[in-house]
């Protein structure tokens, strides 16, 4: 498996080689390599858009041409993939050439088979140039580690799978396959077990390759998946680029690129102090452009439950980025980094842990409404609360005592009390509440409902408690995505 620390050898080669760049009216080009592990020297092209740098990162692509073709197959006229990609979606792109194609065939590079078709032991291999290449884009300033798409064309389809089953390490966010020859019933097995989206297309005349494709299409987990069977014969590249019969489907590709790789937006560590002097911790997923251009965006603050974390919620958290949010998620006192002083062990936390009906953790989401309000970029008046569990409470008290909050989504709102019952009563806003028809918490769900003026309820079948419903329900993310986004952005252009 490809390791960290390989890392090293990637930053010697950047200061050792004479890369060209090419400063473009759009984007910054530069010829670059990374070496494998195995001891290759990979050419590429990495196009970035303007503005990178180690404080201002980017979301990126990786793209991998066919066996038949180079780098420039997958985007060399301004028109194309790796060209637009910077410049209307804001994504950095690394072009390579596979070990024995162009320049990643020179002198001394160990060529030990013929390669006009890739012998069975190189393809074996090859795999070392996706984990390589993504090691690269993770490490090189300018681009963001967690927000690496890969898109392959037809024969690289396998080695692209087997590489990012190869570097778990570096969160590959979505997947292009433009046909999958060759592709193997492992690597099928694994985006079926992935909630990676997909995004796959094959000519429905070439049905080797289109029966492959609708399968992964057909078993893949995330919603956001898609596919599609143009009429045309073209392969591989051919299905999306400029002058073919389904031209429209490059548009599609890059929007689709924008929001599944793009809007997953930049994360940091942040924390702030409640009125009581507690410091909460929170991790806030955030867009490239927050604060810049004049633009504020519509902000979410997820409140987990009073046993779990920040990123118990991650899922919500990305699907609501995708659509436009920033996002913050918090840690209630007494969890995860949340504390008072400098001990995890101190008096006041364990009265935190042992007392959850009476501890204020309303006073966390205030404070997380006023720091929320207080960045630039951000739509004061536009703040939703999604709470789950023990947060439930904390998002209602917090909101019945701060108008900037406009919307609402409650997941298993159990032990609801008469302090619960007043806030509800008191709230005008649009509220959406989930939970399951077995889970002992409905009760409390039921309740907050029958209580809230403008409610809406969801009750899934079977099981599942608090954040833990969508793995039952996973329809449930999207529909939650729906809410915010229809009482949030509704009427934005």
Not at 256 to 265: K, T, Y
Not at 441 to 468: D, E
């Amino acid at each position: 498996m490809f390791v960290r620390s390989f890392s090293l050898s990637i930053l010697i080669v950047l200061l050792g080689m004479a890369a060209a760049a090419r400063a473009d009216e759009h984007f910054i080009s530069k010829e670059v390599e990374y070496k494998t592990e195995d001891g290759w020297t990979i050419s590429a092209t990495l196009r970035l858009p303007p503005g990178a740098s180690r404080n201002n990162e980017f979301a990126g692509m990786l793209l991998l041409h066919e066996k038949e073709h180079e780098r420039l197959d997958v985007g060399d006229n301004d028109s194309e993939l790796a060209h637009r990609l910077p410049i209307e979606a804001g994504i950095a792109t690394l072009a390579i050439d596979w070990r024995g194609r162009e320049k990643s065939m020179g002198e001394g590079q160990p060529i030990p088979d013929e390669l006009h078709d890739f012998s069975t032991k190189m393809r074996e291999q090859m795999y070392r140039d996706v984990t390589g290449a993504l090691q690269f884009m993770a490490d090189y300033p300018g681009v963001d580690r967690l927000r690496i798409g890969v898109l392959a064309s037809q024969f690289s389809a396998e080695p692209a799978v087997r590489g990012i089953r190869e570097t778990a390490s570096i969160p590959t966010r979505a997947l292009v396959l433009l046909g999958g020859e060759g592709l193997s019933d492992d690597s099928k097995g694994y985006l079926a077990s992935v909630n990676m989206p997909l995004y796959v297309g094959a000519s429905i005349l070439d049905k080797p390759v289109f029966l492959d494709m609708a399968e992964v299409y057909a078993n893949a987990r995330n919603p956001d998946s898609h596919m599609f069977a143009p009429q045309s014969a073209g392969r591989g590249f051919n299905l999306v680029r400029r002058g073919t019969q389904p031209e429209v489907e490059l548009d599609n590709l890059i929007g689709w690129l924008g929001i599944q790789v793009r809007n997953l937006g930049r994360v940091r560590a942040v924390s702030f102090t409640t009125k009581d002097d507690w410091q909460i911790h929170g991790n806030l997923r955030y867009p490239d452009d927050l604060g810049k251009n004049n633009t504020a965006v519509p902000a979410v603050i997820q409140v987990s439950g009073a046993r779990s974390n920040r990123y118990s919620m991650y899922r919500f958290e990305e699907e609501f980025s995708r659509r436009g949010f920033a996002v913050l998620s918090i840690e209630l006192r007494g969890r995860g980094q949340s504390m008072q002083g400098e001990s995890f062990d101190s008096e006041e936390v364990f009265e935190v842990r042992e007392n959850l009906l009476g501890s204020p953790f309303e006073l966390d989401t205030e404070g997380a409404i006023d720091f929320l309000a207080s960045l630039d970029g951000i739509d004061a008046d536009r703040i939703a609360i999604v709470g789950e569990a023990r947060g439930t409470r904390s998002a209602l008290l917090a909101a019945e005592a701060d108008p900037r909050v406009k919307a609402m989504i409650l997941i298993s709102a159990y032990e609801a009390d008469e302090r619960m019952q007043r806030a509800a009563e008191s709230l005008a806003i649009p509220m959406l509440l989930i939970d399951t028809e077995t889970n002992w918490a409905k009760p409390g769900t039921l309740a907050v409902h029958g209580w809230a003026k403008n409610s809406q309820l969801m009750i899934y079948p079977r099981l599942g408690h608090s954040h833990h419903i969508r793995y039952f329900h996973p329809q449930m993310v999207g529909f939650m995505g729906d809410f915010l986004e229809r009482e949030l952005l509704a009427g934005e252009e």
